[in-house]
């Protein structure tokens, strides 16, 4: 087991008589890209505002590279990065500007703020005031920033928010080429695709309670149901029948009709973590 980046030992965040974070146990590895799924609501970035010194826990352990929070938060504030879920840029500076300022506050070469632009596709929009900029420009120069001083930890809120496909995919695989670096990523996101494409593990979150936690690929292996959904066209009607081929009577009837029709259309049902959801809590994922 790899040394542990961030753990968390009954986690608890209350307002009042409601309970944000709920006993919260967890575990993230250095290295590691994890990810903190969960509808809104469910304590996602409560738990982030904890890890960055933002809001101190009701009750619990906190700790951050082997420092306890919120008693040694000097201690790892320049080791980690924090994408929030909103932007807060000098909105009358060019991109290249807003990073360099950041570069002078860390003592960083200013090099750094061209290799960031770079690494966020934001290099030829530097020279731009950030007014000017889209949505999704000012989320990938936030992402930028935070990434400036080469972070050991980076704690991304909704990261890929507001961001086209071509975006996504480019913020998706910075994530996944920081965590291969040895930085240790913290994702929380609603987006349960997201997870399912980068993350090493993700850990599932209801009402600020842990549901449950592991690798995509045995979330994959121990829920997804084997079902298949068959077109077909019989006497010029067009025709579905969805089948689970772990009932032998479901699975016949698939054989019979791949062997006496002619189907337009094969194909398997697609592993969904809503439907993980809704099984390991009875509740819809909103």
Do not use: W
């Not at 077109?231 to 009577?249: C, V």
């Amino acid at each position: 087991m790899t040394p542990a980046a961030i753990e968390l030992r009954r986690l608890t965040v209350r307002y009042g008589s409601f309970r944000a974070v709920d006993a919260l146990d967890l575990r993230v590895g250095r290295g590691e890209l994890f990810g903190f799924l969960g509808p809104n609501g469910a304590g996602k970035t409560t738990t982030i505002r904890v890890l960055v010194g933002g809001l101190r826990p009701s009750s619990g352990d906190v700790r951050v590279a082997g420092c306890e929070l919120p008693r040694e938060f000097d201690r790892v504030r320049s080791l980690f990065g924090y994408v929030p879920d909103t932007e807060n840029h000098f909105e009358d500076l060019t991109g290249l500007e807003n990073l360099r300022f950041f570069a002078r506050l860390y003592g960083l070469p200013r090099s750094r703020a061209d290799e960031s632009l770079r690494r966020l596709e934001l290099d030829e929009a530097g020279s731009l005031p950030v007014r000017g900029y889209s949505k999704g420009m000012k989320r990938k120069l936030l992402i930028a920033r935070e990434i400036l001083h080469r972070p050991q930890i980076l704690y991304c809120d909704e990261p890929t928010a507001n961001l086209d496909a071509h975006s996504t995919e480019r913020v998706r695989d910075l994530l996944r080429e920081l965590a291969d670096e040895g930085t240790t990523v913290f994702l929380t996101t609603h987006d349960m695709d997201e997870v399912e494409a980068i993350c090493d593990r993700v850990a599932l979150l209801c009402r600020g309670r842990l549901v449950a936690c592991d690798t995509p690929a045995n979330f994959v292996a121990t829920h997804a149901e084997r079902r298949v959904s068959v077109h077909y066209d019989r006497d010029g009607s067009a025709r579905r029948e969805l089948l689970d081929l772990d009932q032998p009577e479901e699975r016949e009837r698939a054989a019979r009709l791949l062997a006496t029709e002619d189907p337009v259309r094969v194909h398997s049902i697609e592993f969904d973590f809503a439907d993980v959801f809704r099984k390991l809590t009875g509740q819809a994922y909103d």
